[in-house]
């Protein structure tokens, strides 16, 4: 089982980036999808899910109307599109598979917005 997240990097206040999150090992397409971060000092906190088939999502309320959250079942791979970044975005962010009690996490992306 692993999940690979890619796209992350050193991004000025305002940019945008696209991560990506790699599925293997598991039928990810049953499972529901979510980006989670984590800065230095600060507690992990959910950043966006995705359902399993796509037909719903959620946002934290920090990046809502910012950040949109994606999947290609097809491709195994969930994506999370990150417009009009900031420094607080500033962390390391994680792809979680969740499926009942069953969860699985990738190692995670560094994302710094700084100018």
């Given at each position: 089982v692993q999940l690979v997240e890619s796209g992350g990097g050193l991004v000025q206040p305002g940019?945008?980036?696209r991560l990506s999150c790699a599925a293997s090992g598991f039928t990810s397409s049953i499972y529901a999808m979510s980006w989670y971060r984590q800065a230095p000092g600060k507690e992990r906190e959910l950043v966006a899910g995705i359902t399993s088939v796509g037909d719903s999502t959620n946002y934290g309320r920090s990046v809502k109307g910012?950040?949109?959250?994606?999947?290609d079942n097809a491709k195994s791979?969930?994506?999370?599109q990150m417009n009009s970044l900031e420094?607080?975005?500033?962390?390391?962010?994680?792809?979680?598979?969740q499926r009942g009690g069953r969860f699985y996490w990738g190692q995670g992306t560094q994302v710094t917005v700084s100018s």
């Open positions: 940019g945008s980036l910012r950040f949109t959250i994606s999947r791979t969930v994506y999370l420094p607080e975005d500033t962390a390391v962010y994680y792809c979680r598979a």
